[in-house]
C-alpha cells in the first residue's frame, strides 16, 4: 500500500515490512484502527487496539495461518478496547496495557455512555502491564514499547525498530490526539510526540488509531500542532 497525502486505509488492508505483515481493519462507531501485526515467517501474531468485532479479527488471522499471542492496547479508550474480551476468549491470548490507564478503564462503560449514549461490555481485565522500554516478542522480530502520554495518562506506542510505530491517538496525519477528555494533558502530548516519535525518523511509518498512516517526516515538516512553523508549544 503506497501512502500518499490524500489516502485512507480501507477497512482491510495490507502492509509488509521484511518479514513483519500488517494487516489494518477499521472497526466500529468511531471508525477506529485495529492492527493484526505479524511475523510471515513465524505466524506469531499480535492485534493492537481490537475496536470491535472480534470474530472478524479472528478469522483474518486464521484466514491468514496466524496465531494471536497477545492483544495491546494503545490506550484505554472504550474504542480502542471492545474487542478485547471475546477476542482473549477466542484465542486465549493476555491482554495488556499501561497501568496509568487504569482509571480510564475501568470508566469504560460510562466513558461509552456519555460520548456516544452507548452500552458497552465491562472492561476487560489486563493479563500484565505495558512498561515503557519493554520488548514484545514477534517472531523474528519485536516490538519496542514507548510510553507516550498526553492523549491519556498511559498512553503508548509500538515501535518495530525499523520502519513502523503504531501510535494510538497520540500523532495522526496532520493533527494531534484530543487532550481535553479525562487525563489529557497538552503539555505531555506534545512533548511525547517531539521527543519520542520524532527521533524515530523520517522515513518512519506512524500507523495512527483513527485515519490514514502517514510518516514522521511529512508530520515533522507539516504538522500545524507539532511541525516545523506549526503554532504547536517549543520546549
Keep these: 500500500m503506497t501512502i500518499d497525502d490524500g489516502g485512507r486505509p480501507s477497512c482491510l488492508s495490507s502492509l509488509v515490512y521484511l518479514s513483519m505483515v500488517i494487516e489494518v481493519l477499521t472497526l466500529g462507531a468511531l471508525q477506529t484502527n485495529c492492527y493484526l501485526v505479524a ?48 477476542l482473549r476468549q477466542i484465542t486465549g491470548a493476555p491482554f495488556a496495557l499501561h497501568r496509568a490507564d487504569l482509571g480510564i478503564l475501568r470508566f469504560m462503560q460510562q466513558g461509552a455512555l456519555l460520548f456516544l449514549d452507548m452500552h458497552v461490555p465491562p472492561p476487560p481485565r489486563p493479563d500484565s502491564f505495558l512498561e515503557d522500554g519493554d520488548v514484545i516478542a514477534l517472531g523474528r522480530g519485536q516490538l519496542q514499547v514507548l510510553f507516550t502520554p498526553g492523549h491519556s495518562p498511559g498512553s503508548v506506542s509500538f515501535y518495530d525498530g525499523n520502519k513502523a510505530v503504531f501510535a494510538g491517538d497520540c500523532l495522526f496525519a496532520g ?4 487532550t481535553d477528555l479525562t487525563g489529557g494533558d497538552y503539555d505531555r502530548l506534545i512533548r511525547s510526540i517531539r521527543e519520542r516519535l520524532f527521533p524515530l525518523g523520517d522515513d518512519v511509518v506512524v500507523y495512527p488509531g483513527h485515519g490514514p498512516p502517514t510518516t514522521i517526516g511529512r508530520e515533522r515538516r507539516t504538522n500545524p500542532f507539532v511541525g516545523e512553523g506549526g503554532f504547536g508549544l517549543d520546549f
Design 39 to 86: 511475523d510471515e515467517a513465524t505466524g506469531e501474531a499480535v492485534v493492537i487496539d481490537p475496536a470491535d468485532d472480534a470474530p472478524a479479527i479472528a478469522r483474518v488471522a486464521q484466514a491468514r495461518g496466524w496465531a494471536i499471542r497477545r492483544i495491546l492496547a494503545t490506550h484505554a479508550h472504550f474504542d480502542h478496547l471492545l474487542g478485547v474480551e471475546e
Design 175 to 178: 493533527s494531534i490526539g484530543r
